[in-house]
């Protein structure tokens, strides 16, 4: 060995070789990470310029006489009034402008204002409505024109940016309207603010910013998106409506998603609506299942709204199941009370109710298949998309990642401690997250699709 470092190559001896590459690939790696930190640093600069510019912003709002109504009104509610003519758009973009400006950056709800822009356009709805009145075809506007909403800050409108809680993402000013927020103009939606979708998951996920609008009153209705709950966590955390669509039946073109939705993914966002009530949902849902915007996207399954679908759910001629309780995470008596009262006002309608029960095997492996999913597809992308745009992940995150992707001993200890300090589930999940090879990733979509007829089964049995 001695001999081999001593050996003479063009002059040099191959250990001084060794200890100059040694010295130049440190340099070059603590160059190249303290240019890193400085593009994060300039990063964290453009997005905190970006809240600076709404928090000095002003805007005058008058009190307005049937705000109090307003405020109790779902979108149905609303639309009757406006047309009755009990008040007017730019009234809604006061009472809403007004709560949306307090509430949303009291608590960090919003991103983006859109103020100024909403009291042009609610004048413009205004306009067309006694257009509409004098001509006798006011039934006939869409039912949210005229109507104040949020949206997800990754909906592409021209002239804000869609930062998707990323601070490498602010300040990238959109050059037009997405598609979707063209069709949302067109069926006359107001959009008055962009609502935050931040990496800490207020209001339990990334579409908590919508969920907070809503539940504040600050909008009366909101378009968010749902990957692996987004979309449904937070308006239960909010006490609002909200429904998640079947991936691919709505369209994500003008949605700009965190991370590349690419086709070797098995996993799919898709919008949300969020409202008041279920009839809001249903006016969003509708919106959703637009069939030109089947024949834009053509990666869109052509499932347009069925109304006489929709009717028949309506009669209570249907069978709807329900699970009120996880053998491996029982429910508090909160949530098993909300389930059995709205069972019990199922029932009174007609509808016949089934109870769906779960082995402690079954919820085990459909937790498996969907952190085995996220682990494999999603986190990856998630580190990979962050350092190359120069942006730090979160503290939790990199730990979290850190022990699911460390030695096999290290795993293990922290394993170990999860389960001597009462934490199984937590030592569980780590476990299903850990890395898999191609052939063990390849099990587990075969078991998420057998899963799949396995529930589709049941219900065909019930």
């Known amino acids: 060995m001695q001999n081999l470092l001593n050996k003479d190559i063009s002059g040099h001896k191959l250990s001084d070789v060794a200890k100059y590459s040694a010295v130049t690939i440190a340099a070059l790696t603590a160059a190249r990470y303290i240019y890193w930190k400085v593009k994060v640093n300039q990063n964290r600069k453009k997005g905190l310029a970006l809240r600076e510019k709404k928090l000095t912003k002003t805007y005058t709002f008058k009190k307005i006489e049937n705000e109090e109504l307003i405020l109790s009104l779902d979108v149905t509610g609303l639309r009757e009034h406006l047309k009755q003519g009990t008040f007017t758009s730019v009234d809604l973009v006061h009472v809403f402008g007004a709560r949306t400006y307090k509430y949303g950056r009291d608590y960090n709800l919003t991103t983006e204002e859109l103020i100024d822009e909403a009291f042009q356009e609610a004048d413009e709805k205004d306009q067309e409505r006694k257009e509409a009145l004098r001509n006798e075809v006011v039934d006939l506007l869409p039912p949210l024109h005229g109507i104040p909403i949020s949206v997800q800050d990754i909906f592409q409108i021209k002239g804000t940016s869609c930062s998707g809680g990323c601070e490498h993402k602010a300040g990238n000013v959109e050059t037009e309207d997405g598609m979707f927020i063209q069709f949302l103009k067109q069926k006359g939606g107001i959009v008055l603010t962009k609502a935050n979708q931040p990496q800490t998951r207020t209001c339990g996920g990334s579409s908590g910013g919508d969920a907070g609008l809503v539940a504040a009153r600050a909008v009366p209705f909101a378009f968010g998106t749902d990957l692996a709950g987004s979309g449904r966590v937070p308006p239960l955390f909010c006490g609002i409506a909200s429904l998640k669509p079947t991936n691919q039946r709505t369209s994500l073109i003008g949605v700009e998603m965190g991370l590349p939705m690419l086709p070797s993914i098995p996993m799919r966002g898709c919008p949300s609506a969020f409202g008041k009530t279920v009839q809001d949902v249903v006016i969003g849902t509708k919106f959703f299942f637009n069939p030109l915007m089947h024949r834009i996207d053509l990666t869109q399954l052509s499932t347009p709204w069925n109304e006489s679908l929709y009717q028949r759910g309506l009669s209570g001629k249907i069978k709807i199941g329900y699970c009120d309780s996880l053998p491996t995470t029982p429910a508090m008596a909160s949530i098993k009370r909300a389930i059995h009262e709205a069972k019990q006002a199922l029932e009174e309608q007609g509808y016949e109710l089934v109870p769906i029960e779960f082995s402690a095997a079954e919820v085990k492996e459909a937790s498996e298949i969907m952190l085995s999913m996220v682990s494999h597809y999603m986190t990856p992308l998630v580190y990979y998309t962050l350092w190359a745009n120069y942006e730090e992940n979160l503290d939790n995150n990199s730990l979290n990642t850190s022990i699911v992707g460390s030695n096999f001993l290290y795993f293990y200890l922290w394993k170990l401690w999860l389960n001597i300090t009462g934490n199984k589930r937590l030592a569980d999940s780590y476990q299903q997250s850990r890395p898999k090879s191609r052939m ?23």
């Not at 078991?447 to 089964?457: E, H, L, V």
């Open 440 to 462: 063990a990733m390849e099990y587990v979509l075969f078991n998420r699709i057998m899963n799949q007829f396995k529930m589709d089964g049941r219900c065909l049995k019930n």
